[in-house]
């Protein structure tokens, strides 16, 4: 079991958000991180019980998946700002907070906005004269990790889709011994597979970064055969770092196997952003 850094506390019942200083927080959701020595679930058991808050979680173990565990309680028995405050008590405990909701940046909707990228403002075509992307010198094939959904099967997309070749898809079985299943095509941090949604705009932006180029279809990405990792998310803070550590891990992989594992990941884009504040002011990142 890999070394878990982070749980996520999932409060059930009526589901909303709040606003408080302009910042939008998702108040039936805590997300704490604790020190690198710490057993998330025997450091949970041990404040449930030093707290008298039995009565306000649900029976059963609270799962663990790699860095993150989730434990369900009822609103109703506790109040989510003193369990944070409680947390941030605690020593074992480096810092507990609302999970927040990053936000979509804006883009026009002209309806063709995605086909009007001028190649020519980033000297692409001189560049294209050297290298069109794909595979390092050393013969490392280049992945870049995209932390949204796109149309995997989009016909000037799926060839460059970077696809995990040790996993068999759709079988329910962690082939690879990785820690995540079915993730042959990426993967979705929600379903917990590699089942995604067919989001334009992250189609869209999956096609500059890397549409298949001289191939006689639609447009041409500024890397003609450079792979697309595709990691979906929800936006929450909890599945954006779940998204980072899924890229995280696949880089190490293939570190550690000399390139017989996991994927070559020299970028990640993230298009999305937390209003009127930066990541780097969230304790959390």
């Known amino acids: 079991m890999k070394s878990q850094l982070l749980f996520l506390l ?3 019942g009526f589901s909303f958000t709040a606003v408080a200083q302009n910042k939008i927080y998702q108040t039936d959701q805590v997300v704490v991180k604790l020190k690198e020595d710490i057993a998330p679930e025997s450091f949970l058991n041990e404040f449930i019980a030093a707290q008298k808050l039995t009565s306000a979680f ?9 860095r993150l565990s989730v434990l369900e309680f009822d609103p109703y028995f506790t109040d989510p700002q003193e369990l ?6 605690k020593p074992e405990v480096i810092y507990a907070a609302f999970n927040e909701r990053a936000t979509v940046r804006a883009t026009p909707n002209d309806p063709e906005y995605f086909e009007q990228w001028h190649m020519n403002l980033i000297n692409a075509p001189e560049i294209w004269e050297f290298t069109t992307g794909g595979v390092t010198p050393l013969g490392d094939t ?3 990790a995209s932390l949204e959904s ?7 997309l799926k060839d460059n889709i970077w696809r995990n070749h040790l996993e068999i898809p759709n079988n329910g079985i962690d ?10 095509q990426g993967y979705n941090t929600v379903s917990e597979n590699d089942q995604h949604q067919i989001f334009p705009h992250g189609t869209g932006v ?3 970064m890397g549409a298949k180029g001289n191939n006689g279809t639609g447009i041409t990405g500024v890397n003609w055969d450079t792979k697309m990792m595709v990691v979906s998310n929800t ?22 196997s000399n390139g017989a594992e996991g994927a070559f990941v020299v970028a990640t884009n993230s298009s999305f952003g937390f209003d009127l504040r930066f990541p780097e002011d969230n304790p959390l990142f």
């Not at 649900?58 to 790699?66: F, L, V, W």
């Not at 796109?150 to 000037?156: A, G, N, P, R």
């Not at 820690?179 to 042959?184: L, R, S």
């Open 150 to 156: 796109c149309d995997t099967q989009h016909e000037d």
């Open 206 to 208: 999956c096609g500059i």
């Open 175 to 184: 082939d690879d011994n990785n820690g995540y299943v079915d993730d042959y």
């Open 58 to 66: 649900y029976a059963g173990t609270p799962s663990t998946s790699r």
């Open 235 to 256: 936006l929450l803070i909890s599945e954006i770092i779940d998204a980072c550590e899924y890229v995280l891990d696949q880089r190490v992989a293939y570190n550690n």
């Open 10 to 12: 999932c409060l059930i």
């Open 84 to 89: 944070i405050d409680l947390l941030n008590k």
């Open 142 to 144: 280049i992945v870049i």
